[in-house]
């Protein structure tokens, strides 16, 4: 059996406007600091400058969408996009309590109607992995694009280069049963690991000079072992592997984890190896 933390094709609408979306909506203040150094090399690689409107794709509780909106000023305009109403309602409050502007919109940014738009740059952080059709989907998100439009997104390198992710998976690999084989390219977090496969998509979907730099990087995982295992188990890859376990097992795989993040453990809290592609591209 193997440590694989990409799950079997799902329902990715129910799968984020139930449980799940609820939990994420609820710990994204932890997501957003995990994420905070990768967020601000995807700012610095898509550049929004002032007066521009930018599409957020994949936008969940809003932070990508607070912060593109900052960096357009007054004359600038930013939607969020995003199929989980849970988090959209997070994002709607944040943005509100902001005194910021922006149009949250619950739709799949695959068949959602996208013509005239406008956008001078489609922005993603972590929000494009789990299109079914990922060509089709990325040549529907080509219709929001200006004449001059730019592509910016993040997205997961291989799950065995991703500390944050196998650290926590190896530990609770005992105590799992056997896992399904998922084929390379299913939609999940890792759907675009391959990076030849993520330019292919993105080239036949319509897009010019296609960029794909490596983003090596750290993912803060929590201040210590035992609040890092509890939030694993909570949202994340390790969380949809120990879904429908019984309580005693998943004790069982939290005292694992919590065990080997320990080593782990520093004076600023514990952060693993981050591997991620940063994709650019001209729509």
């Not at 219709?143 to 997104?153: D, E, H, I, N």
């Amino acid at each position: 059996m193997s440590a694989s933390p990409q799950s079997p094709a799902i329902d990715q609408r129910e799968y984020w406007n139930g449980d799940v979306g609820a939990r994420w909506a609820a710990h994204y203040e932890r997501t957003d600091r995990m994420l905070e150094r990768i967020s601000s090399a995807l700012f610095a690689a898509a550049v929004p400058l002032p007066g521009e409107h930018v599409l957020d794709i994949g936008c969940g509780a809003g932070t990508t969408s607070l912060a593109l909106a900052r960096a357009v000023g007054a004359e600038g305009r930013v939607t969020g996009l995003d199929i989980s109403e849970p988090m959209l309602a997070v994002a709607r409050t944040r943005a509100a309590t902001a005194g910021l502007p922006i149009t949250f919109t619950a739709a799949d940014a695959a068949s959602a109607d996208m013509t005239g738009l406008g956008a001078d740059l489609l922005f993603s952080r972590f929000g494009v992995m789990f299109f079914d059709d990922p060509i089709s989907a990325f040549a529907n998100l080509r219709q929001a694009a200006s004449a001059k439009g730019r592509l910016a997104f993040v997205c997961w390198a291989p799950a065995a280069e991703n500390a944050w992710v196998m650290e926590p998976m190896l530990a609770a690999l005992p105590f799992l049963p056997p896992q399904p084989e998922v084929p390379p390219g299913t939609p999940g977090p890792f759907a675009f690991a391959d990076k030849d496969r993520t330019r292919a998509i993105i080239t036949h979907a319509g897009y010019r000079e296609v960029e794909i730099e490596p983003l090596r990087s750290s993912a803060y995982i929590g201040d210590d072992a035992k609040a890092a295992a509890a939030e694993m188990l909570q949202i994340g890859p390790l969380s949809r592997a120990v879904a429908g376990l019984d309580e005693e097992t998943k004790v069982s795989i939290l005292t694992a984890v919590e065990g080997r993040l320990r080593a782990h453990e520093g004076k600023d809290g514990i952060a693993l190896g981050a591997a991620c592609w940063l994709v650019r591209a001209k729509a």
